[in-house]
C-alpha cells in the first residue's frame, strides 16, 4: 500500500490542472510583447490571475504573481517594512522610525526568517505576540502591543491558519484591532488557501499572499494580494512588468494556478476523514492532539499529534516502510534536527514536542487509507519506543 498523507507540503495536480500546464506550455510568447504571439500570452497570463482573484474575492489588478508562497511573504513583509520606513521616516544615523514588526514565535519559517533580516540588516524591532496552548495568536496580547507608540509599528504579519498543528487564527480580529491603530496588515493564507474560504475583502487585509502547488497547481508559483491602499516596495527591480514585481511572467503557471484556484474541494468530507483519523490517534496510549481540538477551529484536513515515548523522526521513517508518507512538521524544516518551533511556542515541553506527526489529507484520501493507517500504528508505535528505550 501507498498512501500520502502530506498534502500540506504539496498536493497532487489534478487532470485539468495538469492538462491546462502542459498545453500552455505549448505556447509561445513573452506575455510583455506586443506582437500576436505575445498577446495570446498575456491572455492566457491573465485569465490566470483573474481566476485566482476570483478565489480570494479580489480584484486582478491587486494580484502579484511570485516566484513561489516564500518570495510572497518575503514582498509582503520587506516591502511593507521598506516602505513604511522611506520618504524621510529614516534618521540620518540610519535608524528608522518605524522600527517595530508584530508576529508570533508560531509563524512559519518563511515569516520568521524573513523578518530575522530585517532585524540582522534594516534596524527592525520584532514584538513576539503570545499564542495559547492550541497555538492560537492572543488578541489580548496583540492589542497590548499595538498600545505602545503604534506611530512605531510598520506592520502586523500573521498566519491564516497554523501550518503545522492547523489552528485557524482570528484574522478579522486581527486586521480589526491593527486598522484601528493605523497598522497595515499581512495574512499568510498558504495553508489555509483552498481548505477554508479566503474572502480578503470580508477580512480586510492589506496583504495575504498564498501558492499555487498548495492547491494541486504547479510549484514555483505564487502570488501576494496587494489591496489598492496598500503599498509595498519591490524585492525585485528591472521591467516593471507587474505592480511591486518585476521579471518577465510565467504565463503557463498562471494558466495552470487559475484552473487549480477554480477546483472545488469536498472539505466536508476531508473533516469526516480527519474525525475518524483524530477518534482513532486519541484512543491510543500516549497520544495528544495538538492544535484546535473544536473541528470547526482547524483545517479540514490537519491532524497533528505527539505520541509520548517516541521520536518523531523514527516514526516517520517506520511509517514510511510501511507505505504512509507523513511529516513531523513543515516540509521546509524536514531533516533539521530539533523539535518545532510551533509546539515551543505553544508551551509543549521538549520531550513530548520530539515525538510530533502531522497527517495532512487531499482530495485522494480514502476511508480505507485512514483505517489501514490506524490498523498499523499500534505496531509503529511500539517498535518506536522500543527503539527509544534502548538509547
Known sequence: MSVYLDHAATTPMPVAVREAYVEALGLVGNPSSIHTHGQAARDLLETGRERVAESLGVDAVEVVF????????????????????????????????????LTTRAEHHATLDAVD??????????????????????????????????ESIALVTALWANNEVGTLQPVAD??????????????????????????????????????????????????????????????????????????TQDAAGAAAFGVAAGVVHDTAALAALRDRLIAGLVGLPGVVLRGDPDPAGRLPGNVHATFAGCDGDALLYLLDREGFSVSTGSACQAGVAEVSHVLAAMGVPVDEARGALRFTLGADTTPAAIEALLATLPRVLDQARTASARR
Do not use: C, M
Open 66 to 101: 511570485t516566484g513561489g508562497g516564500t518570495e510572497a511573504v518575503n514582498l509582503a513583509i520587506k516591502g511593507t517594512f521598506w516602505s513604511r520606513n522611506l520618504g524621510g521616516r529614516v534618521a540620518p544615523d540610519g535608524r528608522v522610525s518605524r522600527p517595530r514588526i
Open 117 to 150: 533580516w530585517l532585524v540582522r540588516h534594516e534596524g527592525a524591532i520584532v514584538d513576539w505576540i503570545e499564542v495559547d496552548a492550541v497555538g492560537r495568536l492572543s488578541l489580548e496580547s496583540l492589542k497590548q502591543a499595538l498600545a505602545r507608540e503604534p
Open 174 to 247: 486581527i486586521v480589526r484591532l491593527a486598522h484601528a491603530a493605523g497598522v497595515p496588515v499581512h495574512l499568510d493564507a498558504i495553508a489555509a488557501y483552498g481548505s477554508v474560504p479566503i474572502d480578503v475583502p470580508a477580512v480586510g487585509a492589506d496583504l495575504v499572499s498564498v501558492s499555487a502547488h498548495k492547491i494541486g497547481g504547479p510549484v514555483g508559483i505564487g502570488a501576494l494580494v496587494v489591496a489598492r491602499t496598500a503599498t509595498v516596495e519591490p524585492l525585485i527591480h528591472g521591467g516593471n512588468q507587474q505592480r511591486a514585481r518585476s521579471g
